[in-house]
């Protein structure tokens, strides 16, 4: 995917080993609806990426996939 994140793109964080670590929902203006932690009872909530991202912090490299639905 090239160009700018899209309303309703899924962001998925991989570790330096291609590992899934965190999967949310692009919204806009840098707004992810999210589910953070183990917890199930852990609601949905929407939050600023840099504000997300701090949770997810590693001394190790990560990158973001971007996937959107084709067509769009």
Known sequence: MRG???F???LILLD???NAVHACVYVA???VFTKNGDDPNQPW???R???MMLLYASDKPQQ???F?????
Do not use: P
């Open 4 to 6: 700018d994140k899209q």
């Open 8 to 10: 309703g793109d899924i």
């Open 16 to 18: 330096s080993d291609e």
């Open 29 to 31: 203006d840098d707004i």
């Open 45 to 47: 909530v929407l939050m």
């Open 49 to 51: 990426m840099a504000d």
């Open 64 to 66: 973001w996939r971007v």
């Open 68 to 72: 959107r639905k084709r067509g769009t």
